[in-house]
């Protein structure tokens, strides 16, 4: 069993920056889809970013371009580099990975983004 642990979440400014960071605990399978969605007071999960094992990566269409996602296997981490952030991308963040049908999912990292 695989224990996803995010952190690096808090508060920031709008139009600041944020790194989030998510290690997998356990024994691990690199050869597997991770990514980041986040869930706001009121609304449903979204998906913020996706990366798959080769470095593919899929992002959500309101952060494109001003975030990125990235993997160091070696580290068993993934990354939300943040930018530019937005009021209302205040949100509890939350990392993701599957493997064979599986999901896993961690307890999440909150973000604050205040004015």
């Known amino acids: 069993q695989v224990q996803l642990v995010e952190s690096g979440g808090g508060s920031v400014q709008v139009g600041g920056s944020l790194r989030l960071s998510c290690v997998a605990f356990?024994?691990?399978?690199?050869?597997?889809?991770m990514g980041w969605f986040r869930q706001a007071p009121g609304k449903e999960r979204e998906m913020v970013a996706l990366v798959s094992p080769g470095g593919g990566y899929n992002l959500g269409n309101s952060v494109r371009v001003r975030f990125s996602i990235s993997r160091d296997d070696a580290k068993n981490t993934i990354y939300l580099q943040m930018n530019s952030m937005r009021h209302e991308e205040t949100a509890m963040y939350y990392c993701?990975?599957?493997?064979?049908?599986?999901?896993?999912w961690g307890q999440g990292t909150q973000v604050t983004v205040s004015s």
């Open positions: 356990g024994s691990v399978e690199r050869l597997r889809d």
């Open positions: 993701w990975e599957v493997l064979s049908g599986r999901e896993n």
